[in-house]
Structure formats: C-alpha cells, structure tokens
C-alpha cells in the first residue's frame, strides 16, 4: 500500500491549505443547510479554518526542508520556494482581508454563507494554482479561484454596477481562461509537454533555436491569460469597472489574491519553463511593460471614482512588477519584494475604503473624501501612508521596491524601460496626492463625521501601515527572503 | 483521395477558436459571447483530442475531461449571472452595461 502511494507520490500534506479550505466550506455548508447556526459561529468556524490553513502551511515548510524541490501527485503538484512564498502571500491576503469581508457578509442580505463559501473556495483554487506543475492542473485552480470571483463580484445583486462589474469579469476572465488552455493545447501538440520542467527539458534538449513557432505561441498565450488576470495592458479593460462596481468589502481581497497568485505563476515560468528563451520574449514583455505603466497613467490621471483610480494604478504596478520577472532571476527576486509590499498597500487602502463608504457600496467618488481629516486623523493617516507607499514615496516600501527593480533593471542595461518607469513614478505623484490633498488638506464645508473605527480594524489597518513603514526602513528581512526564493535558479 | 491527417483536426480546432474569439470581439449579445467562449473551449477540446490521438498518450484526452468539467461550471455561473442581469432590464445586449465607463 505504502509504496504504491510514495511511487505515485500522493503526499496530503503539500495540498493541506487546499483541502483545509475545501473543509471549512463544507463545515459551513452543512451549518446553514442542515441546523441554524447564529451568525457568529460561522465567522468563529471561517476564522478557524483560515488559522488551520496558516497551520498546513507552516507544515509545508517542514516538508520543504526535508526534501526540497519535489514533484507530488505524478507531477502534477509541485513543492518548491515559489509555493511557499505564493502559500504564504495568500493565506496572508486572507488573514488580513478577513475582518472587511466578514463585514461585508454579514450585511449583505442572506448570502453571508454563500459569500465566505465563495471567498475560500476561490482561495484554495488559488492555493492549487500556485503549486500547480502541470498546466491542466494550473488551468483547474485558475478556473476555480476565478469563477468564485466572478460570483463574489455580483453578489450585491440589488446594485446594477454590481450585476455588471459581475457580467463584465465573467465575460473577458473566461476569454483569458480560453486563451490560456488553447495556449496549453498548442504546447502539448508541437511538443508533447504540458508541464512546468517538462517544458524548459524540452527546450534545451531540442536547442533554444529550434524551438517551433506552435510552441512559441502557445507560450505566449499562456502568458497572455495569466496577465489578463493581472490586469497588464492592454488587457487591462475589465479592472475599473470591476473594482468599482464590486462590494468595496470584496475588491480589495479580489483584486489582492488574484495578482498574488499569478504573479507566482509567471514568476516560476520565467524561472523555470522560459529561462533557455527568455530572450526571444524580450519584446513582448517589454511592449507589455510599456504599455501598461503608460496606459495606467494616463487613465488615472482624470479618474473622478477612487477605486477606479486605484485600478489604473494597479496596471502601473503590474507593469512595474512585470518589468523584473520578465528579464532573469534577480529581477524575480525584486518583483516578488514588489508584489509583497504592495499587496499589502492594496488591502490597506480597500480597508480604508470600505469603512470610509460602508461595505456594499460601489461608487465611491474622491470628492467624497473631503474634510476626513478633521474628525478621523487615524483614518487619514493611514490612508496617506497607504497611497503614498504605492506611490513611491521614499520611508515607505514603495521607494525601497521601486528602487531595488529600478538598479536590477539598470544592470540588466534595460534602458529604455528605466526611463519609461522612473518618468511614470514622477508622474503617478501626481494622482496618488490628489485624494491626499482632497481628504487632508483642502477646504470644505461638509466635512465627514467621526466614522466608528472598530478594535480589529484599527489594529488590522495600523499593522499594515506599520509594515509599510517597517519594509521602507529596514528592507533586509524581506529582501533576504526574496533573494532565498531565487537562489536556486540562478 | 484525401486522406484526412492530424493537421485537418488541428486547422478545423484553429478555425474554430478564431471564429470564437472574433464573435467575441464583433458581438454585442452576452449570451453569444457566452456561446462564443464554449466554442472556443470546445476547439481546445479538439486539439487536445486530436494531439493525443496522434501521439498515442492517454495525456491529452484526460486534459479533455477536465475543460469540460470547467465548461460545465462556466455555464453555470455565467448563465446565472445574464439571468440576474436579464431581470433587471429585460435585454441581454452588453450595450446597456454602460453605467460605468471613465
């Protein structure tokens, strides 16, 4: 029995966080179906689980240091630096966003179940997508993760944005998903490979030149779908309308856990799969790269809806991060410092958010921002620590990742993208302060009222405004994480 | 006369995606663009089929298996999502859906 199972490689320990999600939801499927719980005991049971998932994690780890890089599953799960770090990033997305989506839940009217159901159903799809090896199995934890997405985004079904942001993600996150598998399909039909490895042993076994174009094309598809599902340009089209017309509770765990998880994935390709061609995608990520911090720039400079707003600049900062994976590993090591310090940006200032507008609400005009610092000072602080850390001001993260990319690329003697990079961070200041000088410094007459900030918020909001302050002083932690993630490819 | 290769398959599943993913782009009707993305799936599930005839792996045709599990889960969502729109204002055109823009 035993070896049959260690032949094939069946280890339930590596997909621990999947399945420890997978049961939290059936637990609190078979809570609301079968005996009425109170609405608290849902949130202790989804908390607990996100804790046990934490726990499955941490396992992981031990696995790791016993025997390192390994296939599980006939090759179709992998344990390597990038699932952890990707494991880790997730469960941290869920921890962190888990007091603004409870909060959302339990104010949306009878779906409080099938909203936290959604939310960790699509975390453990993504958990199964950054551990993927095989494309199949990347492509069925993309699809799972995505799809409960697009559900979560239509939940607030009373709202019209909200049942549109839902029809506008659905329709171009399944053209991505298409163009993804087709992608697939063209590499198992020229090569006969549809595996993370198998692919870079096949290129180096037929010669970097002879790879043929099929297989070339199908990369770049693969490619394409995952960076339709972090909104680069020009596949950016479905993120501001989806962020505005989400539940403002929701879109910062969304729009979070969806770059987090594939930007691990093109990460490892880049590491992995492409490192024998990376040159002959120099073009298209750098036409990618250009394209999206100069699209997202001036999209966002005459933004009036601040979650629009922070979509546009999420495109600037898929650029940014796009920009290191795509030419060689150290550059992997300072896009995943980039992707951590601004994931948690991104949830801060959704947390923000939804406090500032309620938890279900979808427009959310700056102009609605003015006068908050005279009565809400914790609010308006963190909110400017926030904005200013994914602007790049120096003493936050934001400088200090913008930096480390910025001297990588430089080494890289990628000239043309340096340039493009540093004149759209001087640019970005411009819009990052404006919602700064509406909410702290302009005159108003209609100021906002004192909000009620809740214990866990304010502890939840400080943390993360802590660490961004934490990650632009003392960065040699996280770098050294980094740095330990990629030494293995180089 | 003709004998019918790989490569027919594998055009036919070409054609197939690209008629899929210009629909796509030209159509304004969700539910055509619903149809458009399960045509498009469907010619993977072509190539896939056709590639693992052709190379005599089991690979390919349980790949097949699994985008129809997912085609399957896509028209549920998706299809529950028109219908909630559809209630709201009577039409399926993506044409109405321009509350938000900017």
């Known amino acids: ?490 | 006369m003709f004998e019918v290769t790989t490569d027919w398959y594998l055009t036919l599943s070409a054609i197939l995606f690209s008629i899929g993913f210009f629909g796509m782009m030209i159509r304004k009707n969700a539910l055509i663009m619903f149809m458009c993305i399960e045509l498009m799936l469907n010619a993977v599930n072509l190539t896939f089929i056709s590639a693992s005839k052709h190379f005599g792996q089991i690979d390919g045709q349980i790949a097949v298996f699994f985008v129809l599990v997912v085609a399957a889960a896509e028209v549920v969502v998706g299809l529950a999502i028109i219908v909630s729109i559809f209630r709201k204002q009577s039409s399926a055109s993506v044409d109405v859906l321009n509350v938000s823009r900017g």
């Open chain 1, 1 to 490: 029995m035993n070896g049959i199972s260690e032949i094939l490689g069946i280890n339930f320990v590596v997909i621990g966080p999947t399945l420890a999600l997978l049961f939290t939801t059936l637990v609190l499927l078979f809570c609301t179906i079968t005996i009425s719980t109170p609405v608290y005991v849902k949130k202790y049971i989804s908390f607990v689980g996100i804790l046990i998932t934490l726990f499955t994690i941490f396992l992981k780890f031990g696995l790791f240091a016993r025997d390192g890089i390994t296939s599980y599953f006939s090759e179709k799960i992998l344990l390597d630096e990038f699932s952890l770090v990707g494991n880790v990033l997730i469960g941290l997305v869920l921890l962190l966003t888990f007091n603004s989506f409870w909060k959302t839940s339990e104010v949306i009217d009878n779906k409080t179940t099938e909203a936290l159901i959604l939310i960790l159903m699509s975390a453990s799809g993504f958990l199964l997508m950054v551990d993927a090896e095989n494309f199949i199995m990347l492509f069925i934890g993309l699809e799972i993760g995505s799809i409960s997405l697009y559900a979560l985004a239509g939940l607030n079904r009373g709202d019209q944005l909200s049942n549109e942001a839902s029809l506008k993600y659905f329709l171009l996150g399944s053209l991505a998903s298409c163009i993804l598998i087709y992608g697939v399909a063209l590499l198992y039909v020229s090569l006969s490979i549809s595996g993370v490895y198998e692919t870079s042993i096949a290129i180096s076994f037929i010669g970097p030149d002879n790879v043929p174009l099929t297989s070339l094309i199908g990369l770049i598809m693969i490619l394409v779908g995952l960076l339709f599902k972090v909104a680069a340009a020009p596949f950016q089209a479905w993120a501001p309308d989806v962020y505005q017309g989400s539940p403002t509770g929701y879109v910062g765990y969304m729009a979070a856990v969806a770059k987090a998880s594939s930007f691990i994935v093109l990460a490892r390709l880049s590491a992995i799969s492409l490192r024998f061609i990376l040159d002959k995608f120099d073009l298209f990520f750098t036409a990618i790269v250009i394209l999206s911090v100069l699209a997202g720039a001036l999209f966002a400079t005459n933004q009036t809806d601040i979650k629009r707003l922070i979509a546009y600049s999420g495109v600037i900062q898929s650029g940014f991060i796009l920009s290191g994976i795509s030419f060689g590993v150290y550059g992997i090591s300072a896009s995943i410092f980039y992707l951590i310090t601004y994931i948690i940006q991104l949830i801060g200032v959704f947390t923000v958010f939804s406090i500032i507008s309620g938890q279900l609400s979808s427009d959310f005009k700056i102009s609605n921002l003015s006068g908050l610092f005279k009565e809400n000072k914790f609010l308006t602080v963190t909110f400017s620590i926030f904005m200013l850390g994914i602007a790049g001001l120096p003493l936050t993260s934001g400088f200090v990742s913008k930096f480390i990319l910025i001297t990588n690329l430089w080494s890289y003697e990628k000239y043309l993208i340096v340039t493009v990079l540093m004149l759209t961070t001087v640019a970005g200041f411009y819009f990052y302060l404006r919602p700064i000088w509406v909410a702290a410094i302009e005159k108003t007459d209609n100021s906002i009222g004192k909000i009620k900030i809740s214990i866990s918020d304010k502890v939840l909001l400080g943390f993360m405004a802590a660490l961004t302050i934490y990650f632009g002083l003392l960065p040699n932690t996280l770098v050294n994480i980094t740095r330990w993630m990629v030494e293995n490819y180089l």
